[in-house]
């Protein structure tokens, strides 16, 4: 059973900053990629940031240059540091993975069950 963890969300002022933290857990073999989605009421989830196990990065236009997306391989984590923010921001931030547990070893998508981000005076 592979399980993900989110951490750091809550309300902040625009113009704030915010720490967002993921951790995978479980019988798991490796670790691809690792991401934060957001998604707001009545639109689809969208991509903020993606990082793959090699360490190259990828960042939604909307949040280049005030997000910054890392993982540590070794514990199996992905943190999103996100600055300057905006109430545009404001969303439901999920974490996902791309996991090969140990059970299976077959490539499969883990969801975390979302952390909210509020931005707001």
């Known amino acids: 059973q592979v399980q993900l963890v989110e951490s750091g969300g809550g309300l902040v002022q625009p113009g704030g900053s915010l720490k967002l933290s993921c951790a995978a857990s479980?019988?798991?073999?490796?670790?691809?990629?690792m991401g934060w989605y957001r998604q707001t009421p009545g639109k689809q989830r969208e991509l903020v940031a993606v990082?793959?196990?090699?360490?190259?990065?990828n960042y939604a236009d909307s949040v280049k240059g005030r997000f910054t997306i890392s993982r540590d391989n070794a514990k199996n984590t992905v943190n999103l540091q996100m600055n300057s923010l905006k109430p545009e921001d404001t969303a439901v931030y999920y974490c996902k993975a791309i996991v090969r547990p140990e059970a299976t070893l077959r490539w499969s998508d883990y969801w975390g069950q979302g952390t909210q981000v509020t931005v707001s005076s």
């Open positions: 990082i793959t196990s090699g360490g190259s990065t």
């Open positions: 479980g019988s798991i073999f490796s670790i691809n990629a």
